[in-house]
């Protein structure tokens, strides 16, 4: 990655606050959204890319253009949920043949990347 990019941004939504960036120093890619009420935190919303996936949206397979490229349709996402009143914590997981979302909670088994 480049140095001195900017890895975290912050917005707001309905009274609620979003910090949204990229997991620092993680091999795989998974951007996270952490939604605050309050400076109380609401849960997490999750954007994981598998290894194999990753060619679907960047041939280099460069993390911070993934970001850039896909940034407003996961923000598209994270508001719907919050639209919805829907605050479990979620993973939007895409696969080489699909997307899926999780819920983090029935997750346990899946929290491996591969």
């Known amino acids: ?3 001195g990019s900017k890895m975290k941004e912050r917005w ?3 009274g609620y606050e979003v910090e949204a960036g990229l997991k620092p120093g993680s091999e795989h890619f998974q951007y996270f ?3 605050f009420k309050d400076n109380d935190k609401k849960c997490n919303f999750c954007v994981w890319i598998e290894d194999d996936a990753l060619s679907r949206f960047d041939q280099k ?3 911070e253009a993934i970001a850039a490229a896909q940034g407003e349709a996961w923000e598209r996402w994270v508001k719907a949920h919050i639209d919805e009143g829907d605050f479990q914590n979620k993973v939007l997981k895409f696969e080489k043949d699909g997307e899926k979302e ?3 909670s029935e997750m346990h088994e899946h929290i491996g990347m591969k």
Request: net charge negative.
């Open 33 to 35: 959204f952490s939604v």
């Open 1 to 3: 990655m480049e140095g």
């Open 102 to 104: 999780i819920d983090l």
């Open 12 to 14: 707001s939504y309905k």
């Open 61 to 63: 397979e460069d993390f």
